[in-house]
């Protein structure tokens, strides 16, 4: 499967943004997005399995980011809101082939799209 993701821009503090990963085929595995700073190492954010039915966030985005995902249209989606300057980043769709529990390792993710790009602006 390869993922494409979208949606990335410049924001206010305070904004929402929402980026979107279309993967090429329908799958089961469990899928997440993960953001990296500058200077700083690529971190979870969210993920989600297949059906939906469980989700996982970082602590640092609770409450704010909202992960989703359509298997009609192949897409998952990161609802971003209330966003901080720190929420700065390249943020990454991946996805996780053994589709069984969402891990928050980048190390666990075998795919991986080729990032979009959100600033915040204070």
């Known amino acids: 499967v390869q993922l494409q993701a979208s949606g990335g821009g410049l924001v206010q503090a305070g904004d929402s943004l929402t980026l979107s990963c279309r993967f090429s085929?329908?799958?089961?595995?469990?899928m997440a997005w993960f953001r990296q700073a500058p200077g700083k190492d690529r971190e979870f954010v969210a993920g989600?399995?297949?059906?939906?039915?469980?989700?996982v966030y970082d602590d640092s985005v609770k409450g704010r980011f909202t992960v989703s995902r359509d298997n009609v249209d192949n897409t998952v989606y990161l609802r971003m809101n209330s966003l901080k300057p720190e929420d700065t980043a390249k943020y990454y769709c991946?996805?996780?082939?053994?589709?069984?529990?969402?891990?928050?390792?980048?190390?666990?993710?075998?795919?991986w799209g080729q990032g979009t790009l959100v600033t915040v602006s204070s």
């Open positions: 991946a996805a996780d082939e053994s589709g069984s529990s969402i891990y928050t390792a980048s190390s666990e993710y075998g795919i």
């Open positions: 085929h329908f799958n089961r595995y469990v």
């Open positions: 989600i399995v297949w059906t939906g039915g469980s989700k």
